[in-house]
């Protein structure tokens, strides 16, 4: 069961982005690092098809890059 199932392209090919956790951190005024102190999201999401099954195959095309803009598509999603 997927939080929310997000739908994408990876490397042109239709997906959807399986989201199994999120969670925001707000910022911290006393904060040990800057990263604390600006606040962050963590999240964890799976490749999926477009039918909803895992696809591992797909995952493998998730470059570095991809892999961060893929976070920034939860993170806007869970916007409201």
């Known amino acids: 069961m997927y ?4 739908e994408t392209r990876i490397a042109g090919i ?6 199994t ?3 925001r951190h707000g910022a911290i005024r006393h904060a040990d690092s800057d990263l604390d102190s600006r606040g962050f ?4 999401w799976e490749v999926l098809d477009r ?7 797909l995952a493998r095309k998730v470059t570095d890059g991809m892999a961060t803009d ?3 598509i939860v993170a806007e999603y869970y916007q409201w």
């Open 3 to 6: 939080l929310a199932e997000i």
């Open 21 to 23: 956790a999120f969670e």
């Open 41 to 44: 999201t963590e999240c964890e």
């Open 51 to 57: 039918r909803g099954r895992p696809a591992p195959w």
């Open 70 to 72: 893929i976070d920034a």
């Open 14 to 19: 239709p997906a959807i982005i399986g989201v």
